[in-house]
């Protein structure tokens, strides 16, 4: 199969991949933390505790949302690299820099288009990142 992101060479694909596999085993990891915390915490119920309870509750969900949220765009570009769109801006089809992709590996956009995003999410709320945002939210909301 030919590969689209031929800018990027087979060790540049290689480095974000283990990089990619890396942060996934981590938030994994922390997962099974939180998972065990949960079952511990159901047998010390005690009602007096009930509301700090579940103000560590809303403060933990947050967090495994945003994770679970970051656990999906990692598995996103694990696929990309396996079909070989690794790096392509999904928005301009241009191809992102390798610096970038380094220092952020679940890069979606091109340093351009994501300068963009950024200003229609300042002008407008209801702009597309949000929307795709609380799409995520919605499908974390499915799963649990
Ligand atoms: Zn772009």
Redesign the pocket.
């Known amino acids: 199969m030919e590969r689209e992101n031929v800018f990027l060479s087979d060790n540049d694909l290689a480095f974000i991949q283990i990089r990619l596999l890396k942060e996934k085993e981590s938030i994994l990891a922390k997962k099974k933390d939180f998972d065990s915390f949960c079952l511990d915490k159901n047998e010390l119920s005690d009602p007096l505790d009930e509301a700090s309870i579940n103000v560590q509750t809303s403060h933990e969900l947050r967090f495994r949302n945003r994770e679970i949220f970051f656990l999906k765009k990692i598995n996103k570009s694990l696929l990309k690299i396996k079909e070989g769109s690794y790096g392509l ?6 191809e ?1 820099t390798f610096e970038r992709l380094r220092a952020r590996p679940t890069a979606e ?6 300068e ?1 995003a950024e200003l229609g999410e300042k002008n407008n709320i209801f702009g597309k990142t949000s929307k795709s945002l609380g799409k995520s939210i919605s499908e974390v909301g499915i799963t649990r």
């Open positions: 801006c999904e928005e301009c089809g241009a992102i956009l091109c340093i351009n288009c994501k963009e």
